[in-house]
């Protein structure tokens, strides 16, 4: 089965900096997706970026970009320009028939 | 776009009692749902797939005969926890996804906040 590991349990940023969150997974498959999901406290799962495996540019948009590298089956999220907004729980997820989720990793963007 | 609409969004119940949480696809149809369980502080976990028409796949570790999965319809899915004990209080969700032709976009529900007293 396959696995994701974040191995960053909290984070923390001044508001308008960078922040790079980490997620590295592990499978035997050589098509799947990636996705960074937000959380906040409602629970509800807001989507960030996708990736489709096969794609080797990594996805953009707007402040968020990814960092894939299928060779080291990692895949980090990285945050430009910091809002009080961005705080809030962050999975990234492996897909390939159904969507499993790292540990998490909270991020708390400081004014 | 595409909604997923999950009902109740919060649920008390009685131990020893059975609860009813619905998924539903609201303009499209879905095969396949996927049910998770959050726990405070805690990540997604995947309970079951629940296919349209046949029995749900359930994880290993996840009790069939507690967390009763009916996909009885395209836009339908239900879980149902029987028997419910204070330590099946916690976050449900689902999810679902019109399939390849959308390029595999999964929508999630609003979530269950389910409470055992």
């Known amino acids: 089965a396959q696995t994701v590991t974040q191995s960053q349990p909290e984070m923390s940023v001044q508001e308008a900096e960078t922040v790079t969150l980490s997620c590295t997974y592990d499978?035997?498959?050589?098509?799947?997706?990636l996705f960074w999901y937000k959380q906040p406290p409602s629970g509800q799962m807001i989507l960030v970026i996708r990736q489709e495996a096969y794609k080797q540019q990594n996805a953009t948009e707007n402040r968020f970009s990814v960092n894939f590298q299928k060779a080291a089956k990692s895949f980090s999220l990285k945050i430009s320009d910091s809002q009080l907004g961005d705080t809030a729980m962050y999975f990234c997820?492996?897909?390939?028939?159904?969507?499993?989720f790292g540990a998490g990793t909270r991020l708390t963007v400081k004014p | 776009g595409a909604v997923v609409s999950q009902h109740p969004s919060w649920v008390i119940c009685k131990s020893g009692t059975s609860v009813k949480i619905e998924c539903r696809s609201l303009?499209?149809?879905?095969?396949?749902m996927f049910w998770y369980r959050q726990f405070p502080k805690q990540s997604l976990m995947l309970m079951a797939t629940s296919n349209e028409g046949s029995k749900a796949t359930y994880e290993q570790g996840v009790e069939k005969d507690k967390f009763l999965i009916n996909h009885a319809s395209l836009t339908l899915s239900t879980l149902t926890v029987t028997s419910a004990h204070p330590e099946d209080s916690s976050f449900y969700i689902c999810?679902?996804?019109?399939?390849?032709?959308?390029?595999?976009?999964?929508?999630f529900g609003e979530g269950s906040w389910l409470t055992v007293v």
């Open positions: 997820a492996f897909m390939k028939q159904e969507m499993r």
């Open positions: 303009d499209f149809q879905a095969t396949t």
């Open positions: 999810s679902a996804s019109p399939g390849q032709r959308s390029g595999n976009t999964i929508y």
């Open positions: 499978t035997s498959e050589s098509n799947y997706y």
